[in-house]
Nanobody
Framework: QVRLVESGGGLVQAGGSLRLSCAAS????????MGWYRQAPGKQRELVAT???????NYADSVKGRFTISRENAKNTVYLQMNSLKPEDTAVYYC?????????WGQGTQVTVSD
């Protein structure tokens, strides 16, 4: 089992930056994949980015070139650096991982981008 706690959300103007953090309650060095999803009001939850234990990354087309996912195993933390934010990036952002057959989610952190 693992508990995920996100932080770093907030209100920012379009074009600004935020860095989200996801702190895990256990060592993540052996966790193959961790990622970020987001859910805007009235929309389905969607994948934003994932990172493997080997450092391979994957991004949604809508955030490529603007967002960067990274992981710091020594701190059991995954980050999402978000630059050039747009109003359409407004959503609740969730940290995610999967251990064996179970999915784990954080409680979410709100990101609001004003135009």
């Amino acid at each position: 089992q693992v508990r995920l706690v996100e932080s770093g959300g907030g209100l920012v103007q379009a074009g600004g930056s935020l860095r989200l953090s996801c702190a895990a309650s256990r060592n993540i060095i052996s966790i193959v994949t961790m990622g970020w999803y987001r859910q805007a009001p009235g929309k389905q939850r969607e994948l934003v980015a994932t990172i493997t234990d080997g450092g391979s990354t994957n991004y949604a087309d809508s955030v490529k070139g603007r967002f960067t996912i990274s992981r710091e195993n020594a701190k059991n933390t995954v980050y999402l650096q978000m630059n050039s934010l747009k109003p359409e990036d407004t959503a609740v952002y969730y940290c995610y991982t999967r251990l064996r057959i179970e999915n784990y989610w954080g409680q979410g952190t709100q990101v609001t981008v004003s135009d």
